[in-house]
């Protein structure tokens, strides 16, 4: 194990997200948090392939330069890529301490996954869009949510006082990694669990619904809304209704803090494949797993004007995000994750991109751009 650089001792709490470590510490999650599993139908992977004609997709670095795709994966600190197109993997490429068969942390597609959910429950009639979210979490009343509908919770439309700074290790931020047990304890302030966090937010001053602003914490309060709704733990869930009927060959996990709550925003960890596997459940409109009019919705999008005024509007021009995931105003849809996490679905070319990574910072919105013009690229390749 990267001997030449380090020991697996040398990687802790305060340290796992940053590099060098996390080449290690993003293919091995469930090792420094408690995590639960999301049993999957454990068939056996075929062999790995090779990038073949894809390795002679010529793309845009980080200076303005011209390069081939395998020399930009490098470059930009990618650990895995998968391809598929009409359902089948036909190109994959993966960085040299990576290890394909082991589950990589996907952060905040994490997200996307847990609107899957609620779609299910949705269909069968366990929970509405148009609920309020009380209705499931009765001890968020008095908080940001407690007067909050469930569909501004899914849109990330949510009026809560909270500051999403990732590198913030000092103060709220710090706080709620800390409830989910993913930064060290801090003996002058005792964590709350990630429940008990999310469940004293203090609401903004403007009026749900108006304003796009992206919260981890409204994901995580999704994870409880889903659990209280189907009245089993989200791993199981995840595990009976999308894990194994899609034919996932390798487990996942899911982090979880001390009273086994789960970090449904971004603590899900699984392989390249398994991911592209769910995308392409996305892709065929949801197949026998996900219902039909649910996935629709997705590819529908959200309110165009509620995103473009938002705080991520130009990540996507002319796009939109409902349910968790983003619809990118290009025929694509896509999910997407701190450090360079990316699930690009195109249905024109049915084409479905896993792109796992271990870049150095959490975002970068330089190397975004240049990824998302590289997932572009890949998806117009033809064979």
């Known amino acids: 194990m990267h001997s030449e650089t380090f020991q697996r001792a040398d990687i802790n709490l305060s340290n796992w997200r940053e590099r060098p470590f996390s080449k290690w510490s993003f293919q091995n999650v469930s090792e420094l948090v408690p995590s639960a599993l999301i049993a999957s139908a454990r068939r056996e992977e075929a062999p790995p392939c090779e990038l073949g004609s894809f390795a002679d997709i010529v793309v845009e670095g980080a200076a303005g330069e011209t390069m081939p795709l395998p020399r930009f994966l490098e470059q930009s600190h990618s650990d895995a890529l998968v391809v598929m197109r009409g359902g089948d993997i036909i190109a994959e490429w993966r960085a040299s301490h990576c290890d394909p068969t082991r589950p990589h942390i996907i952060f905040s597609i994490s997200k996307s996954v847990t609107g899957l959910l609620a779609g299910i429950l949705e269909s069968r009639g366990m929970l509405s869009f148009s609920d309020p979210l009380v209705k499931y979490v009765p001890d968020a009343e008095g908080s940001a949510y407690g007067d909050l509908l469930l569909r501004d919770l899914f849109n990330m439309t949510v009026a809560v006082d909270f500051e999403e700074l990732y590198l913030d290790k000092t103060s709220d931020y710090d706080r709620y990694r800390r409830a989910m047990l993913w930064n060290p304890e801090r003996p002058d302030d005792p964590t709350p669990t990630l429940r008990e966090l999310v469940c004293s937010l203090p609401r903004a001053g ?32 995840l595990s009976k209704e999308i894990w194994k009927p899609m034919g996932a060959c390798t487990d996942a996990f899911i982090t979880v803090d001390r009273a086994g709550n789960p970090r449904a925003s971004g603590g899900v960890s699984m392989t390249a494949r398994d991911l592209a596997r769910l995308g392409d459940v996305v892709r065929i409109g949801g197949g026998s797993v996900v219902p039909a009019p649910f996935i629709e919705q997705l590819w529908a999008g959200g ?79 033809t064979l």
């Open 206 to 237: 403007r009026p749900h619904g108006e304003r796009h602003a992206y919260r981890s914490p409204n994901a995580d309060m999704a994870g409880l809304v889903v659990e209280a709704a189907a009245g089993v733990r989200y791993a199981d869930l």
């Open 303 to 381: 309110d165009r004007k509620v995103w473009a005024s938002g705080e991520q509007g130009q990540l996507f021009p002319g796009g939109s995000y409902r349910n968790y995931w983003y619809e990118t105003g290009t025929g694509a849809l896509a999910g997407l994750g701190i450090h360079g996490q990316s699930l690009w679905i195109d249905r024109a070319s049915e084409t479905v991109i896993v792109r796992q990574s271990s870049e150095p910072v959490p975002v970068n919105d330089g190397l975004d751009q240049l990824v998302i013009a590289m997932l572009k690229a890949i998806s117009a390749h």
